[in-house]
């Protein structure tokens, strides 16, 4: 994995500073931006080219949800690690509806983030285990298709995307290209009308595939 550019957007200041220091000396960054709030991330996005963000959710000004949208709509190359304390189930619902690329717990340490930012920066998704139980539990809040038929390939893949594989352990196991395995994502996504993965997954338990 090449060595990311990251934004590190938390409210408070050690935090940042804390998480800047462990990932430095993890030696997977080349640079780290800080934001203390919503309107300096976005203001740091624009002026800087970074490969992804590590976005708290509650923060003064631009709520974490609203940071997530500018991203999508006007950064759409940039993934977005969202870190929180102990949220409900509505804003992890939230997130994952608006496209969050993973969802860390600040409980869980800078090994998670970890652990997340190899998934992430990989193509893959990371949800944890406590947010995959939201999805399962509420599947039928996503947008709802009929089911359709799938080929055997395709039956594999959405499996797989709902075990939480990376695209590159979809394209190892499958001895697909990353590119293929990627492509193959975007025709799932179509074909269930999914707007991401984790709609994706939400249909896979909602039409009984998982």
């Known amino acids: 994995m090449k060595k990311l550019r990251l934004l590190l957007a938390d409210d408070e200041k050690l935090v940042r500073q804390g998480t800047a220091s462990l990932l430095e000396k993890n030696g997977i960054t080349s640079v780290i931006y800080e934001a203390g709030n919503g309107h300096e991330a976005i203001h740091l996005l624009q002026q800087h080219t970074v490969d992804g963000v590590l976005l708290d959710i509650r923060m003064p000004g631009k709520t974490g949800i609203e940071v997530l949208r500018e991203i999508k709509k006007s950064f759409p190359k940039t993934f977005v690690i969202a870190v929180t304390g102990f949220e409900g189930t509505e804003l992890i619902l939230n997130l994952l509806q608006e496209g969050v690329h993973g969802f860390v717990q600040k409980i869980n340490g800078v ?53 939480g594989l990376t695209t590159k352990e979809i394209a190892d196991r499958y001895c697909l290209s990353i590119r293929t395995a990627e492509t193959n994502r975007q025709r799932l996504l179509r074909k269930t009308q999914s707007l991401n993965t984790a709609g994706l997954i939400a249909y896979a338990y909602r039409n009984g595939i998982i």
């Open 111 to 163: 090994e998670e983030v970890l652990k997340a930012l190899h998934v992430v920066a990989t193509g893959g998704r990371y949800f944890s285990g406590v947010v995959m139980q939201v999805i399962h539990a509420h599947a039928d809040q996503w947008k709802t298709v009929p089911p359709v038929n799938f080929k055997d390939q395709e039956l594999k893949l959405l499996k797989a995307i709902a075990e």
